[in-house]
């Protein structure tokens, strides 16, 4: 076949379709003409409907909801356990009746936590229907929201405390309450009765009012009162849980050495078995200042000895109307029991003791050698102070000048 045959024959081949058949040509216009682009498919009434635009609306949003509160969420817990701002340890007081919003706000004041929003949104998660307690807390320095939480929801704030010693009348023991700075309101108009406060530390709270204190005094000495009562000697010449206090606060009185306390309890009920007078210089006192106690300055004068009070055992037989003081439980556990000694007689030795005696003469001896240590203690005291001020400079007028 020629090439002239091969020109004017029909071409076969996949035409513009994509199907086998003749292969028509096109004249150079015709093939810069664009082809015509399949339309899509028509969406159905389905997918045009507004409930399903809306459900995707709502699902969009909740997607994101989701995830903005997921990072929400972990912002706040790495705030909330993450060291907190605090570069030293500081005390915070949650007051009583406080919310977890004013505790927030206050932490946050005091640069103790750094946002107390976060606090507060996250505490109450953890507290579910517990509560953070009222009182003066110690924050260690870089502690995190959790760790406050913690330890305001514990109740472990700061105890301070006062100290009650033995020996000491009421009325002194309320003006150590009085004086204590961080108790709060009045003391009990009434005073209690005399030995009905029991002596000893007592911790509390910042707040903690002066009278539950006073409270807590008077029922502790019930207690430990009742307690040793019940096991004493059955012998004890007194028939009262009031005696057996007074003859307690005398013997409290007489000696702070706890070894001496069953022995000189022993003198006083000897005393009393025989019908003697108990002789006691701290009721001579307690007669005539009462519960202010004796000025320090103030000696025991030989005049003392002779006033007419209820409380002079120098004059009056048996005990005295009341207890002269506190006392403590050595001295209650002393006169429930006692020594048993037939001793009658003690005076100071000079030492910080006592020395005892049975009979008249042994006491007079021993009341001799102590007069005589104190006259030559008197006698050395006014010797140092002779050569303290015999060494002093001597400055003339001139000097002075």
Known sequence: MSDSDDNSAVQFGRNETGSNGPIIPKSASEALRPEKVPQPPKRSRKARSQVVIFLNFVMTVIVFVALAAAGAVYYAMHEYEKPGPLEANKNF???????????ASGLERNNIITDGRVFRFVSEAYLDNETLKAGEYEIKAGSSMQEIMQLLKSGK??????????????????????NDPVLVGDLPQDLPSEGSLKPDTYKFTRGTKRAEIVQQMVAAQKALVDQIWKMRDPDLPVSTVEEFVTLASIVEKETGRADERPRVASVFINRLEKGMRLQSDPTIIYGIFGGEGK???????????????????????GLPPTPIANPGRAALEAVANPSRTPELYFVADGTGGHVFAATLDEHNANVRRWRKLEAEKAAEAAKAAEAAAAAEPTVTPAEAQ
């Open 93 to 103: 007081i949650v007051r009583n009746g406080a919310g977890i919003s004013e505790i």
């Open 157 to 178: 704030s700061i105890l301070y405390s006062v100290s009650l010693p033995e020996g000491l009348t009421v009325k002194q023991m309320f003006n150590k309450l009085a």
């Open 295 to 317: 000025p320090a300055d103030r000696a025991i004068l030989k005049s003392d000895l002779d006033k007419e009070t209820p409380y002079n055992t120098y004059l009056i037989k």
